[in-house]
């Protein structure tokens, strides 16, 4: 294994660690879910395009289909999804709270847009606008370890209050 792919190891190992120890607020928007009411479970079934180019469309949750976790209400689209994140919500929950990983990894907490996603080894990560996701993907691996390195002394701050820039959710469905 090369120094970098190492380095990238330690980093997401960290991250669960920090992840684990620290049980911060999430970020939640108007709706009042979590992810602005998308279900974080169908993000991993969808195909990712390449960096640089705009990720498919979330799959909206269900107002009827719901499970709680950090203290926050998730939204499903099929109670298959819901079991499956009760399973396992450290696996599917947004990292960073569903703060901006761009935001973490200049050191602050921000609001994460649930349409603007990436999976990166295995984990959901949100930005906050369509510019910072230009900046997030110009270097994942150093944003991976920036945030990283600065996710333990922002996460029991308390969740950002601001809202998306120029966004409104329409989720969940009824």
Same mark, same amino acid.
């Given at each position: 294994?090369?120094?970098? /792919?190492?380095?990238?190891?330690?980093?997401?190992?960290?991250?669960?660690?920090?992840?684990?120890?620290?049980?911060?607020?999430?970020?939640?928007? $108007?709706?009042?879910?979590?992810?602005?009411?998308?279900?974080?479970? /169908?993000?991993?079934?969808? $195909?990712?395009? &390449?960096?640089? !180019? +705009?990720?498919?469309?979330?799959?909206?949750?269900?107002?009827?289909?719901?499970?709680?976790?950090?203290?926050?209400?998730?939204?499903?689209? +099929? $109670?298959?999804?819901?079991? /499956?994140?009760?399973?396992?919500?450290?696996?599917?929950?947004?990292?960073?709270?569903?703060?901006?990983?761009?935001?973490?990894? !200049?050191?602050?907490?921000?609001?994460?847009? &649930? +349409?603007?996603?990436?999976?990166?080894?295995?984990?959901?990560?949100?930005?906050?606008?369509?510019?910072?996701?230009?900046?997030?993907?110009?270097?994942?691996?150093?944003?991976?370890?920036?945030?990283?390195?600065?996710? &333990?002394?922002?996460? &029991?701050?308390?969740?950002?209050?601001?809202?998306?820039? !120029?966004?409104?959710?329409?989720?969940?469905?009824?």
């Amino acid at each position: 294994m090369n120094r970098f /792919a190492l380095t990238i190891a330690a980093a997401a190992t960290a991250l669960s660690f920090a992840s684990a120890a620290f049980a911060g607020d999430q970020y939640i928007d $108007e709706t009042g879910y979590a992810v602005s009411g998308y279900d974080v479970v /169908a993000y991993f079934s969808l $195909e990712q395009n &390449p960096v640089g !180019q +705009t990720q498919p469309a979330p799959v909206e949750g269900n107002k009827s289909i719901t499970a709680e976790y950090n203290g926050s209400k998730f939204a499903f689209s +099929t $109670e298959a999804n819901r079991d /499956a994140f009760l399973a396992n919500p450290a696996k599917y929950a947004p990292q960073y709270d569903g703060h901006c990983a761009y935001g973490v990894a !200049q050191g602050g907490k921000v609001p994460g847009n &649930p +349409t603007l996603w990436r999976i990166v080894d295995d984990k959901l990560y949100l930005n906050i606008t369509k510019n910072v996701v230009g900046f997030w993907e110009e270097d994942i691996p150093g944003n991976l370890v920036k945030s990283t390195g600065n996710w &333990p002394s922002l996460d &029991p701050k308390p969740a950002s209050e601001n809202t998306i820039p !120029q966004w409104s959710s329409a989720a969940p469905k009824s």
